[in-house]
């Protein structure tokens, strides 16, 4: 089983469609992540879980709404999107930097397309 | 912010030869990751390197972090090697966010 499983791995969806991104992890991390990676454009850092609490929030528009019920699951619920949301969006883990390694895992990604 | 820069931004190899892909910080750092992204677009982890040399298999890598660098070696390339390489440093002004440097680009030809 890898460490960081993302579901689903494509998904096109409409501008008036509801759907979301999960993210699970095994590693015994305390912070998740959700980067976004826009065509020809570096990662973007959306939002940043420790202990199930938001710490980071990199104004982010509103369609976007993450939660994290623990340390272990983080989704990305996704409504009203515009097609220029559609891009790789990927899930990371790590212990949280200050306290440990900090070391980064990645999941395999979720490619969404919006029509 | 801290600002990380990888160059160069493409590179373009012949399969069995060497590179050196690097990446500049502009201020301190705690963390330092290498990251290889797969066609498909899975981000794989090749070190974890805040300072020093670690090597595995062909891939080597150096962080010099009182000069604000590290150093990706790639020797004896293979053509599954292309893909786009970034590095990404943990900032230390107290948010320990991961930034990432805009990539190279490496394309390996059989």
């Known amino acids: 089983e890898t460490g960081v499983t993302q579901t689903p791995r494509h998904l096109v969806m409409g501008m008036t469609n509801k759907k979301s991104l999960k993210c699970e992890q095994h590693?015994?991390?305390?912070?998740m992540y959700w980067y976004k990676q826009s065509a020809k454009k570096p990662l973007e850092l959306m939002f940043v879980y420790n202990f199930k609490e938001q710490t980071e929030n990199n104004s982010v528009p509103s369609r976007f709404s993450p939660e994290c019920p623990n340390s272990s699951h983080l989704f990305l619920h996704l409504h009203t999107l515009q097609p220029e949301d559609s891009a790789l969006y990927l899930c990371a883990s790590s212990h949280y930097p200050g306290q440990n390694t900090g070391e980064l895992f990645f999941g395999e990604g979720s490619r969404l397309t919006v029509l | 912010g801290i600002q990380v820069e990888q160059s160069p931004p493409d590179l373009i190899l012949q399969e069995g030869a060497n590179s050196t892909l690097r990446c500049n910080f502009s201020?301190?750092?705690?963390?330092l990751q290498w990251f290889h992204q797969n066609p498909w677009g899975q981000l794989i982890n090749l070190f974890y390197?805040?300072?020093g040399t670690k090597q595995n298999g062909r891939l080597s890598a150096t962080t010099v972090a009182t000069e604000r660098y590290s150093l990706l070696y790639i020797s004896s390339s293979q053509t599954t090697d292309s893909g786009v390489y970034f590095c990404?440093?943990?900032?230390?002004?107290?948010?320990?966010?991961?930034?990432f440097g805009t990539g190279t680009r490496l394309k390996v030809l059989a």
């Open positions: 201020d301190s750092v705690n963390n």
């Open positions: 390197i805040p300072s």
């Open positions: 990404a440093v943990v900032d230390t002004s107290g948010t320990y966010k991961y930034i």
């Open positions: 590693l015994g991390h305390n912070a």
